[in-house]
C-alpha cells in the first residue's frame, strides 16, 4: 500500500450558535479547491454559489518562527515584504475579486493541500467563504499531518462533529437563527411558510449524520469541481444526489 501525506483538520461554521463543527481528514494530493469543496459538501453548501478559500500564512510563520526567541513585531520587521508573510486567496476570478493588503491570489484548483500546507510544523488557519450576499464563512485549523499508508478510497472522511450546516438562501447566519427558533416552535404562520419553502417538515439542525456526509463526500466532489472547474450543470444523478434522493427526502435535500 502507497504512502500518502494525510492532513486532519478542525471546521467551525462563524457567527452561529449553536456550535457547527467537524473534524476531518484529507489526503495531500487533493487540490485546494477539493479541500473547499469537502468543506462545503460537510456544512450544506450546495454548490450554487460562488466561494473563496483564504490560507492565513502569515500567522502560520509567526507561530513557526516564534520559536527561535524573536517578538512579533522582530518578525514583521525581519521578514518583511517576504512571500511567507503574505496570505494566499484562493478564488475562481468569475468576476473581479478583491483582495486584501499583503494577500496573493491563486487559483484553487492549480495547487495540492500539500503543496500548500505540507511545509507548516502542524499549524495552519483557513477561512472558507461562500455566498457573499448570505456572508457564510468557515474557520478552518489544520491539527495534525502526518505520513500513512492508506487506501485512497477511505479519504477524504469526516470523523466527528455537530450539527447539520447551513440552509441555502436563509440570510445568513442570523437567518438561520430565525429558521431554528420557527422550526423549534412547530407551529403557526410562520411555520407554515416556511415548510411550505423548504418543502419539507422533517429539517433538524442539530442532526450529524457522519456516515451520509462520508457517502456525500465520496460521491459529489467530483460534481462540485464539473460546477465550478468546467462550469457543467449537474446531471439529474447528481441533482438527486444532492437533494438526497437516495433517503426520500423533499427537493431541497431536507
Known sequence: MTKHKIFRFYAELNDYEPLVWRRFEINGEKTMAQLSYCIMLMFEMQASHLFSLTQYRRDSFIEDVKGIGLTEEEILEEFKGQTMLQDVHFEFP?????????ELLAMPDRVTVSEMLGHV???????????????????????????EEISLKLLPRVFEGQGYGIVEDVGGPDGLAELAQILKKGTGEEYEDMIRWLDSTTLDLSDFDKDDINFRLKKLVRVYRDIYEKNLEPTKKSFDLLTRQYLGKGVRGY
Do not use: P
Not at 468569475?94 to 499583503?102: G, H, P, R
Not at 455566498?131 to 489544520?142: I, P
Open 121 to 147: 510544523n502542524d499549524y495552519a488557519k483557513l477561512k472558507l467563504a461562500y455566498d457573499y450576499g448570505d456572508g457564510w464563512a468557515v474557520s478552518v485549523f489544520l491539527e495534525e499531518s502526518r505520513e
Open 94 to 102: 468569475f468576476d473581479e475579486v478583491s483582495l486584501k493588503e499583503d
